[in-house]
């Protein structure tokens, strides 16, 4: 699927390393996508709450109900990072996997691809989002 394509088809966003402090880069994008009517879902072990949203530690630990929504996980973590979260990603059955600008990760793309989910890497989703909808 293309960018537009998969910002179109899904709205349902679980955000992998979501930080509640407002000058980070996660939560400021986060916030945009929330006012541009998607669902987020945050994803941190640090936190309990982000936009007054219940904080989950990984994709693994969201109810069953909520797993089935999730659509598009976005990642703000290190590129070495990204393997085990593309593993939860294929595990929750989500469709689409966009990592974050200035994170690639070669090997974990791929293998979300070979399991039918579509790749973003180095893009902002905000960024990406203001270019085909705004």
Known sequence: ?????????FKTIA????????EKP????????LEAG????PINPMHEQVFGLKCYPSLLHLPDDVKA??????VFRKPVDVPPVV???IAIGAKALWLQLGIIHEEAAEKARRHGISVVQNRCISVE??????
């Not at 998607?38 to 879902?41: G, L, Q």
């Open 15 to 22: 955000v992998v390393g979501l930080s509640d402090k407002p």
């Open 129 to 134: 989002h203001q270019r085909y909808f705004s």
């Open 87 to 89: 593993d939860e990603t």
């Open 26 to 33: 996660s939560h400021s994008v986060s916030r945009y996508m």
């Open 1 to 9: 699927m293309t960018i537009p394509e998969i910002l179109s088809a």
């Open 69 to 74: 929504t999730v659509e598009i996980v976005n």
């Open 38 to 41: 998607y669902t987020i879902i």
